[in-house]
């Protein structure tokens, strides 16, 4: 053991030396967000679902003799989650396989010791590998209720997902719920409906503007439950930019409210939670025909960091 005595010289790190302290992602960028769920005008319960969450890891110097600035006094890395389930089955079952699908993932990933919160290529295919694995899971125990309980056979339900830490965003989607991005003013779709429709489109046998004559429209190709043996997650990851939005919503909205009065709502509320009750209001003007849901994330840069 080496003893250090009062004649003895400490050497003084230099914050640059060795280790430099971290940079949090997620501070460098302002999260609002909103949303509102309606049963309709038709429907007598209301199927879908919606979870919104902040995750996150922190650290607090409580004591220590440092010197000052070799470690931050505070730090944190968070992360949000969004999440839109619309469900489907006779009485109640849809409301039970939406929420019974949102509630295993949310609790699959409190139960995993990993969470994505700084993202570079590796970490990025771990969370897409991870994820595609609890709607795996997800998908079993939706089925296995199903075909456990005879008053709940044949439920299901579509399940759209954002995950965003910092300006990093990947959505994961199965059903024809759908996540947007308006960027820029324009509003880009950045999920594909799994429907029957949307097949007979991509094979070039109908337009994308015939879609929804096909009769086709709601009769899904995959979803959580529902009989489906297995199912594949759409995954997308990209870049957001300070003044993007995020809109996940049911089907309920964009039955009822063509994209461009989508955008137009995005554009004329700042305040999320706004847009989402203008979104509902204009699907029950169209009819409201469904469930309406729509969640809504605003990314700005955060004022300390510019």
């Known amino acids: 053991m080496t003893d250090l005595s009062d004649t003895q010289e ?16 997620s501070a460098t960028v302002r999260v609002d967000y909103g949303a509102a769920s309606h049963v309709g005008k038709v429907r007598a319960n209301n199927e879908d679902h919606f979870f919104i969450a902040r995750l996150g890891r922190s650290m607090e110097s409580l004591l220590t003799n440092l010197p000052a600035g070799l470690v931050p006094a505070k730090f944190e890395e968070a992360g949000y989650v969004f999440i839109v389930a619309d469900g489907m089955g006779g009485a109640a079952a849809g409301e039970v396989a939406s929420a019974m699908a949102i509630a295993n993932g949310v609790n699959l990933a409190l139960h995993n010791p990993k ?17 595609t694995r609890y709607f795996e899971r997800i998908h079993k125990a939706v089925s296995d209720k199903a075909r456990s309980d005879g008053a ?62 096909t009769g086709m429209s709601h009769v899904l190709t995959s979803a959580v439950g529902a009989g ?5 997650p759409q995954i997308r990851q990209l870049r957001l930019a300070p003044g993007d939005r995020l809109l996940l919503c049911t089907d309920g909205l964009t039955d009822m409210v063509e994209d461009a009065r989508i955008a137009e709502a995005l554009l004329r509320f700042d305040a999320p ?32 960091n510019r």
């Open 228 to 232: 489906k043996e297995e199912i594949a």
């Open 273 to 304: 939670a706004d847009a989402c009750d203008a979104l509902v209001d204009l699907a029950l003007d169209g009819g409201g025909k469904d469930n309406i849901t729509a969640v809504v994330a605003r990314y700005e840069r955060a004022e300390a």
């Open 10 to 25: 400490v050497p003084i790190l230099e914050p640059a030396s060795g280790v430099e302290t971290p940079v949090s992602a």
């Open 115 to 131: 969470w994505s919160l700084r993202i570079d290529e590796n970490e990025a295919r771990e969370l897409t590998q991870r994820v």
């Open 152 to 213: 709940l056979a044949g439920m299901g339900t579509t399940m759209t997902t954002a995950w965003c830490v910092g300006f990093d965003l990947f959505t994961f989607h199965v059903g024809d719920s759908r996540a947007y991005l308006l960027h820029e003013g324009r509003l880009e779709q950045l999920t594909r409906d799994h429907t029957v429709a949307q097949l007979l489109a991509d094979a070039g046998h109908v337009s994308p503007k015939e879609i929804g004559k």
